[in-house]
């Protein structure tokens, strides 16, 4: 509790979390959501197009993770401001274990899946079961993080 208690008090989150200023929390807050949104939504794009829904060549999906970097980046900083503001409450909260396990479970599954999107031979390349299974790991755990940071709001006073 001493970390937590020492990254509460630092005059970075106490700013964040006090000042009546739109660009503490609020904003902090909107470009969170903001950055969730592009990369929830660029994962799910490619991962529905590993399981077969449209037939938009695969090559043309590179795109996704020079939008996902920028978003996974907005949202580290982001994520770690609004962690440092209330510490002590959200480095104790199941839900937001849960979320961050979560994350980190959906963004290792962008990784395997890199190797056929920006494979020289992506639009001939046939579609396996790995990457199927890991499109749908994907949606299950970017849909769980989603759930559990929701949950956070609920189950922590504060």
């Given at each position: 509790m001493g970390l937590l208690n020492w990254l509460e008090a630092l005059?970075?989150?106490v700013w964040v979390h006090e000042s009546p200023s739109i660009w503490a929390q609020p904003t902090v807050l909107t470009l969170h959501t903001m950055g969730m949104g592009v990369l929830?939504?660029?994962c799910w794009i490619l991962d529905?197009?590993?399981l077969g829904i449209g037939r938009i060549p695969l090559s043309h999906?590179?795109?996704?993770?020079r939008a996902v970097a920028v978003a996974l980046l907005?949202?580290?900083v982001t994520g770690v401001l609004l962690f440092m503001a209330r510490a002590s409450l959200w480095g104790t909260a199941f839900p937001f274990l849960i979320k961050i396990l979560l994350v980190i479970a959906s963004a290792a599954t962008l990784l395997p899946l890199r190797s056929y999107v920006l494979a020289k031979d992506a639009d001939q390349?046939?579609?396996?079961?790995r990457a199927r299974m890991l499109a749908i790991a994907s949606i299950l755990a970017w849909t769980g993080a989603i759930t559990a940071g929701r949950?956070?709001?609920y189950t922590v006073a504060g």
């Open positions: 005059p970075l989150s929830v939504g660029a529905l197009r590993l999906f590179r795109w996704v993770y907005v949202n580290v390349r046939a579609i396996d079961s949950l956070l709001a």
